[in-house]
């Protein structure tokens, strides 16, 4: 008898820790969806203005470069170990190739933080330089690592 409410007990709290597992893998892919998300927001703003879409205000422009350099930090942790599948566009080499993806990830920090310091010295033609590099650190990663 004892050995078997040891036996549910054990099972119950293996079931409780799975779906707590699963819940935190969960809320990890909306922590680093988000963060990307906040990014992309800005970083269209941004666009706009070196597009003419929007009118260039280089306050304006200089605060969302570096809300992107502080956001850049955030996504990493939440690729928590093989969260490739449910609603994520995450692609299951970012886990065979982990190195890689975290120079990707450092390489893009390094450009925004750039395009932060850049933008705040008010050189239109150098912040837009330094949109293009970055730019270029999205793309090469969402190319090898993010579904389509
Ligand atoms: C090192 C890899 C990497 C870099 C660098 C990177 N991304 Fe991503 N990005 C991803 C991955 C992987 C996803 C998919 C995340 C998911 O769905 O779990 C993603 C998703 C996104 C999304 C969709 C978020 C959502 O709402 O689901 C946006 C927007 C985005 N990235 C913008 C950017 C921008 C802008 C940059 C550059 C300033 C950038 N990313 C740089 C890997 C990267």
Not at 32 to 41: C, E, H, I, N
Not at 45 to 64: E, H, L, S, T, W
Not at 127 to 143: P, Y
């Amino acid at each position: 008898m004892k050995r078997y409410f040891l036996g549910v007990t054990g099972l119950l709290l293996l079931i409780v820790v799975n779906a707590a597992s699963a819940q935190s893998v969960e809320k990890a892919i909306k922590y680093r969806q988000g963060a990307f998300s906040v990014m992309g927001w800005n970083f269209g703003a941004i666009v706009d203005m070196i597009k003419g879409k929007r009118p260039y205000d280089q306050a304006d422009f200089a605060r969302r470069a570096q809300v992107i350099a502080d956001v850049s930090q955030v996504p990493l942790e939440g690729f928590v170990t093989e969260s490739h599948a449910g609603t994520t566009k995450a692609r299951p080499e970012i886990w065979t190739n982990y190195a890689d993806f975290e120079q990707k990830m450092k390489l893009m920090q390094d450009a925004a933080d750039l395009l932060a310091t850049t933008s705040l010295s008010g050189d239109y033609d150098a912040s837009k330089r330094a949109v293009s590099v970055l730019g270029k650190t999205c793309k090469s990663c969402h190319d090898d690592y993010r579904k389509k």
